[in-house]
């Protein structure tokens, strides 16, 4: 890896997310309600991971496809950040892509999505140079049709013959975790040398409750290094060896969750890319995560990587 650029690419969604707070039950047809707020903000997990890893000083590339439209200006205004390079190929035909999600106090959120330019990004859009990166990451998998499957497969290829580490982060599909569903994401894994899934990821892939043994069976059916993502419990590592570290997040009072996974997808990945093995690399992570979750969002700027310690 020597040969390698010290730089990190990520390819995938990115767009504007429309936060909609207070939403207890949706009007009733040719009437209007009042929410609390409603704001905008930059999305996409490729967008958002992308963001976090430059704000913590790691050199970063971002390849999204966004349409020629107005909310393509507000991404690029929100893109134009030190360490962030932005790739958005423009697409002609579609428009960008839009989330609105909905939130209220007790309830999980539910979010809707138009892909937009987002379902004609292909791994045609990413050039050599992209790929050639330390870690070269496809974020959002599950809404970029055109890199599922042999798409994302010709992608990583194309990666690790250029020497980079090949990450996944799949987020949630739409259609749930069918068998084809599980078949396709085990089968992608085998082009895959890092994963990222969350508990609830790991038990829809897997039907294993257990983090921990998801995981482990996971690593050692695909070959790949399994990073599970445990909310309050930190998060863990499997290796195909069947080693497992943990490492526990401590105490804090949450302020905002919002973001806490890009986050501590942001912190493992700029470790590595560092040079930071994976054990050491998870530790910091849960740290650097966890004291995202105590800071209110307009003062996580400020938040950086504590130093490196061994689990």
């Not at 983090?211 to 445990?230: C, D, H, I, Q, Y």
Request: contains cysteine.
């Amino acid at each position: 890896m020597s040969a390698v650029r010290e730089d990190l690419t990520v390819v995938g969604n990115t767009n504007l997310d429309i936060m909609v707070s207070g939403v207890t039950s949706l009007p009733e047809p040719g009437t209007e309600a009042l929410v609390p707020d409603i704001r905008i903000r930059l999305g996409g997990s490729a967008g958002n991971l992308a963001l976090r890893c430059a704000g913590l000083g790691q050199p970063t590339t971002l390849i999204s496809r966004v349409g020629n439209d107005a909310s393509t200006a507000l991404v690029r205004s929100e893109l134009d950040l030190p360490h962030l390079k932005p790739v958005l190929i423009t697409d002609p035909e579609l428009p960008s892509g839009v989330t609105v999600a909905v939130e209220a106090p007790g309830r999980d959120r539910a979010f809707i999505s138009s892909l937009g330019a987002m379902s004609a990004l292909d791994a045609a859009d990413v050039p050599a140079e992209a790929v050639a990166a330390r870690c070269v990451v496809l974020a959002g998998y599950f809404l970029l049709p055109r890199l599922r499957g042999p798409g994302l497969a010709g992608l990583f290829t194309r990666a690790r013959a250029a020497g980079a580490l090949t990450v996944l982060d799949t987020g949630w599909p739409t259609e749930g975790w069918t068998a084809e569903v599980q078949a396709e994401v085990r089968g992608v894994l085998s082009s895959v040398d890092v994963f990222l899934p969350n508990s609830d990821e790991l038990t829809g892939l897997t039907g294993v409750e257990d983090p921990r043994a998801a995981a482990l069976e996971l690593a050692a059916a695909t070959g790949t290094l399994v990073v599970a993502k445990l909310g309050a419990d930190g998060a863990g590592l499997a290796l195909p060896s069947g080693e497992w570290s943990h490492a526990p997040a401590q105490p804090v009072v949450p302020v905002d969750s919002t973001g806490a996974g890009d986050g501590f997808n942001a912190a493992f990945l700029t470790c590595l890319t560092r040079g930071t093995g994976p054990a050491e690399a998870l530790g910091t992570a849960v740290r650097y995560a966890t004291e995202l979750v105590a800071t209110a969002p307009e003062h996580r700027s400020a938040v950086q990587l504590a130093e490196v310690l061994p689990l």
